[in-house]
């Protein structure tokens, strides 16, 4: 018993460490998006988390502010990015890189990675010039692509997010093709996936060697936290009275500092415990949240503090049980009694989203204000289209559907925006020419999705013939071409019983 608890007072985990695993937990409450392989699209999901966490993930209940941000330079011609440029102000003035160190769960996994005992990279003045790579990736790939995509196409394109970030690599694309039910998923894995994935692994590899390399060298969300950093409210502060200037806090840190608190420190604390002065701490504004005297014996802390540390914890965990509660029992999600359908249809088919089946019938209102109710549509081909705005390959092909509709007015088109939406998605369709489409936005309990079987995955079609008998459903761009011989297979089966 003794040997146990030396070890465990050699090895528990750190205030900083548990905090990092709090945020991770957090950030990824929808927990049952993992064991169903979906990715949460409610109304919380509109709101930005302070650190890197993709969107896509499966568990993600807040949307990445890198993301929005990309999306924000992409839409500057149509719309100012306020809620994004505000809320990283808000996050670059409390906390600054205070985001970095404590609450990033790529911090965190960057920090196991480098547990793993191997010959470790020491940084050097070749370290601290690629520590300047990050400020040249979130001017190229964060702003100045998107926003000449953007201005020049009118299609987002989060630049960052599709060609380097290795965090949507492994929360998003991995933690979607790691379910079973996503299996589909596997045939629509490119060139682009390829690239991204040894990104990923090339920056999990360089992290064993040297201490977080893709924040250190990559990440610009700590390039944009790092502006903020000598006005963040919370951060290290050195007391110049007491600091006796000996160096030993800037050589035994493992980022790339030239002083505590610059724009590299990820006013992590460690630094604290190899000041012999006691001159550095953790403060916010005039109030000190972490300080260098640690109390020899526990029953030397002061009471106060230990009843303030007690209180702060359990606050948070109540929180956290709300959070994990709320996102994987309570969120409203899709009833049985939006999926029934409501009326007898045409075909005897059974309800479901296969082909040879039948969809359940479900009534929505379109962006021009129409009832659309998919039982009124029988006796006429019905294509159904997911889509969204932040998605490329969505928009691209949405002239396709544009130019069937008009070559074949018979044709019911109803084009559904996720319920994830980022900008107003009826300005975004009265700023192009798709005048012979119909538009809605899904419902927050995903209404429509529920119905075609729906994934995070976009673009998805649905093809529907005259008896409401599905003949396709495939999720992945098409084509005029695709989309005149599945009109075909639909006029063709509708003679089937």
């Known amino acids: 018993m003794g040997k146990l608890k030396t070890w465990w007072l050699a090895h528990r985990p750190t205030n900083r460490r548990l905090v990092q695993l709090y945020c991770a937990l957090l950030y990824n409450a929808n927990l049952k998006g993992f064991a169903e392989g979906q990715i949460y699209t409610g109304p919380v999901k509109a709101a930005c988390v302070p650190g890197l966490n993709c969107y896509s993930c499966p568990g993600a209940v807040g949307a990445c502010p890198l993301g929005a941000l990309q999306n924000a330079a992409a839409s500057s011609g149509e719309r100012a990015g306020t809620y994004i440029l505000g809320i990283l102000l808000l996050f670059g003035l409390m906390l600054g890189r205070t985001v970095c160190g404590w609450l990033c769960p790529m911090g965190w996994i960057q920090e196991l990675l480098h547990k793993i005992p191997t010959p470790k990279i020491r940084k050097s003045r070749w370290t601290r010039a690629l520590s300047y790579l990050k400020y040249v990736i979130l001017a190229v790939f964060v702003l100045a692509v998107p926003l000449w995509y953007g201005l020049r196409n009118g299609l987002p394109l989060p630049a960052f997010c599709k060609y380097i970030c290795p965090a949507g690599t492994l929360e998003g694309a991995m ?4 379910n079973p039910e996503n299996d589909g998923l596997f045939m629509m894995l490119d060139l682009q996936f390829t690239w991204k994935f040894v990104i990923m692994l090339t920056a999990g590899l360089a992290c064993v060697f040297c201490y977080r390399a893709f924040c250190r060298f990559l990440c610009p969300l700590g390039a944009v936290y790092s502006l903020f950093s000598r006005a963040a409210l919370i951060g290290v502060r050195v007391d110049a009275g007491k600091c006796t200037r000996c160096g030993r806090c800037v050589s035994s840190c493992k ?4 002083s505590v608190g610059d ?19 953790i403060q916010a504004g005039k109030i000190t949240l972490k300080s260098p005297e640690i109390p020899k014996k526990k029953k030397d802390a002061p009471a106060g503090k230990k009843k303030t540390a007690a209180f702060a914890w359990s606050a948070a965990l109540i929180l956290l049980a709300f959070a994990l509660a709320y996102f994987n029992f309570l969120a409203p999600g899709l009833t049985k009694a939006e999926r029934a359908p409501t009326e007898s249809v045409a075909s005897d088919a059974p309800i479901g989203h296969e082909a040879g089946q039948q969809l359940a019938d479900f009534t929505i209102q379109t962006l021009n204000g129409e009832t659309f109710r998919l039982a009124d549509t029988r006796g006429y081909v019905t294509i159904i289209n997911r889509w969204a705005t932040y998605c490329a390959p969505c928009v691209k092909e949405l002239q396709f559907f544009d130019r069937l509709r008009q070559e074949h007015p018979e044709v019911t088109v109803l084009a559904v925006h996720a319920p994830l ?3 107003d998605v009826s300005a975004y369709v009265e700023g192009h020419d798709w005048g012979n ?3 809605c936005v899904d419902t927050e309990e995903g209404l429509i999705s529920g119905a075609v079987g729906g994934t995070a995955l976009l673009p998805q079609t649905v093809v529907l013939n005259a008896r409401g008998k599905v003949v396709y459903n495939q999720t992945g761009s098409v084509t005029l071409e695709k989309l005149n011989a599945l009109l075909d297979e639909a006029m063709a089966s509708a003679e089937d019983p």
Do not use: P
């Open 175 to 178: 933690g979607l093709l790691s």
């Open 255 to 258: 980022m790339d500092v030239r």
């Open 263 to 281: 724009h590299e420190c990820i006013q992590c604390g460690d630094c604290m415990a190899v000041c012999g002065a006691g001159a550095i701490s």
């Open 421 to 423: 939406v980022v900008q």
């Open 437 to 439: 489409l119909l538009f």
